[in-house]
């Protein structure tokens, strides 16, 4: 099996046809990792996504350096991993923030079914605080593993 690294390049076009990751933040020196629907944003190198409020929120308010794991997975020879390492930032209803809503509305709406499973857990009779954020990103690594055919 040949492993090679892949360029920041690289690793955006695959965010961008990814869907779905795994986000990574931490609180007290614990970590916790989730699986989250997301849109990336190749010109801002921005994720943008939705939760009701909870757990991840309340360590991502508190802490917000996370990092966001994507894979594309053929076998175990055939395997591609990307790595985002950022910020998190809540994109709230102030002036300030319309373009940012704007743009995130704009990426989410064109998947379909895009407000799963951000707001999925909510039961009708409870109120849930629903989130809009960004994660804007440092950095991006990532590495894919081929087959060697010698």
Same mark, same amino acid.
């Given at each position: 099996?040949?492993?090679?690294?892949?360029?920041?390049?690289?690793?955006?076009?695959?965010?961008?046809?990814?869907?779905?990751?795994?986000?990574?933040?931490?609180?007290?020196?614990?970590?916790?990792?989730?699986?989250?629907?997301?849109?990336?944003?190749?010109?801002?190198?921005?994720?943008?996504?939705?939760?009701?409020?909870?757990?991840?929120?309340?360590?991502?308010?508190?802490?917000?350096?996370?990092?966001?794991?994507?894979? /594309?997975? #053929?076998?175990?020879?055939?395997? !591609?991993?990307? %790595?985002?390492?950022? *910020?998190?930032?809540?994109?709230?209803?102030?002036?300030?923030?319309?373009?940012?809503?704007?743009?995130?509305?704009?990426?989410?709406?064109?998947?379909?079914?895009?407000?799963?499973?951000?707001?999925?857990?909510?039961?009708?009779?409870?109120?849930? /605080?629903? #989130?809009?954020?960004?994660?804007? !990103?440092?950095? %991006?690594?990532?590495? *894919?593993?081929?087959?060697?055919?010698?």
């Amino acid at each position: 099996m040949l492993i090679h690294e892949l360029s920041a390049e690289e690793c955006a076009e695959i965010l961008t046809r990814a869907h779905l990751g795994r986000l990574g933040c931490a609180h007290d020196d614990q970590p916790y990792i989730v699986p989250i629907s997301f849109s990336f944003d190749n010109e801002r190198r921005s994720f943008y996504c939705f939760s009701l409020a909870g757990q991840k929120i309340d360590w991502m308010r508190e802490n917000p350096k996370v990092c966001i794991e994507v894979e /594309e997975i #053929v076998d175990k020879n055939r395997w !591609t991993s990307v %790595l985002a390492f950022g *910020r998190y930032e809540e994109i709230g209803d102030s002036p300030a923030d319309r373009d940012a809503r704007r743009r995130a509305q704009q990426l989410l709406e064109q998947r379909a079914e895009w407000w799963f499973p951000g707001a999925a857990k909510a039961n009708s009779h409870d109120h849930h /605080e629903m #989130v809009l954020y960004r994660i804007e !990103t440092d950095r %991006l690594t990532g590495r *894919r593993a081929l087959r060697d055919r010698g």
